[in-house]
């Protein structure tokens, strides 16, 4: 049986590839793992049922034989550890790839979705005007320091890793801010993970969800 993974029934992002079981679904793809999803919607997600494999109640969740994950870096980290691909063999090397997972779920990520919340959430209140480029410039903080570190590299440390899958789906949550823009190594290091062959199967498996799309076999 392959592994089931949980998936947004409705979500917000019509999807446009933002949700996290995003992640999940181009590391299986990127690993060639056949998986199953299942589509819940926010109401089951406070369900005992779903709360007793998440129980922060979100998506994504993974689960395989007697196992059940939840979060989807760890998820990621085990498909990665489980299956070639996704880390380099080299002991060393390897720290370093999840070390880079871990920095964009730590590092990257808090101040990019609190802009991308006050953004989608804020635009009304009298301070989002004032606040808003505190919010940018602790992101570009952070862009500023990633840009020296990839200087003109493909990927962050050698070869594509799952620190690089996990750095892109942080990255890509700013797309709507215009702040890639700004960084134009950056962009172009997005845009390599976007054009990753497995990362089109998994963004058009999600998207056929509310497009109603048949994919190829």
Excluded: C
Aim: net charge neutral; charged share 25%; aromatic share 8%.
């Amino acid at each position: 049986m392959p592994p089931t993974i949980t998936a947004f029934a409705n979500s917000p992002d019509r999807g446009k590839g933002q949700a996290r079981d995003m992640r999940v679904r181009w590391a299986l793809e990127e690993v060639g793992q056949p998986y199953d999803v299942r589509l819940v919607s926010f109401a089951a997600m406070k369900e005992p049922a779903h709360l007793a494999l998440h129980p922060f109640g979100q998506i994504p969740t993974y689960e395989d034989g007697d196992l059940a994950l939840f979060e989807s870096g760890a998820i990621v980290l085990h498909l990665a550890d489980r299956h070639a691909g996704l880390l380099p063999m080299e002991p060393h090397a390897r720290a370093r790839a999840i070390a880079w997972m871990f920095a964009a779920l730590s590092t990257l990520e808090p101040p990019i979705v609190e802009l991308g919340m006050a953004m989608l959430f804020e635009r009304d209140k009298s301070w989002y005007g004032p606040r808003l480029p505190m919010l940018q410039d602790r992101v570009r903080v952070r862009l500023g320091e990633l840009s020296r570190q990839l200087g003109d590299a493909n990927w962050l440390d050698g070869a594509f890793s799952a620190g690089d899958l996990m750095m892109v789906t942080v990255l890509r949550r700013l797309h709507t801010s215009g702040l890639l823009n700004e960084y134009p190594d950056i962009a172009a290091y997005v845009a390599r993970g976007e054009a990753r062959p497995a990362f089109r199967r998994a963004f058009d498996a999600q998207l056929a969800v509310f497009t109603g799309a048949r994919l190829a076999p």
